[in-house]
């Protein structure tokens, strides 16, 4: 019902800039929050940021002051700066619709540099 498609991945020195993008179709009008994740190998997914209908955001402490999180209808921002090797995972956009539905994305690679 909801298709998310993650784009922006790529490598960036450290104290360097990205921004993910994430195009949702289908029921996005279903919708009620959105949100980036990120997993490396042996560790269990976690939160980045997310962002609800009504625009209220949350970040994880690890970026606050460094990540931005932002929509523009179907589409889904996260701007990083300042970024540090220790961000360097797979990113995933998720949406959450009113029902309490869970859809991923398939993740784009960030790799950040030293």
């Known amino acids: 019902q909801v298709q998310l498609v993650e784009s922006g991945g790529g490598l960036v020195q450290s104290g360097g800039s990205l921004r993910l993008s994430c195009a949702a179709s289908?029921?996005?009008?279903?919708?009620?929050?959105m949100g980036w994740y990120r997993q490396v190998q042996g560790k269990q997914r976690e939160l980045v940021a997310t962002i609800t209908n009504g625009g209220t955001t949350n970040y994880a402490d690890s970026v606050k002051g460094r990540f931005t999180i932002s929509r523009d209808n179907a589409k889904l921002y996260l701007q990083m700066n300042s970024l540090k090797p220790e961000d360097t995972s797979v990113y995933y956009c998720n949406a959450v619709t009113y029902s309490g539905r869970g859809f991923w994305g398939k993740g784009t690679l960030v790799t950040v540099s030293s």
């Open positions: 289908g029921a996005v009008f279903t919708i009620n929050a």
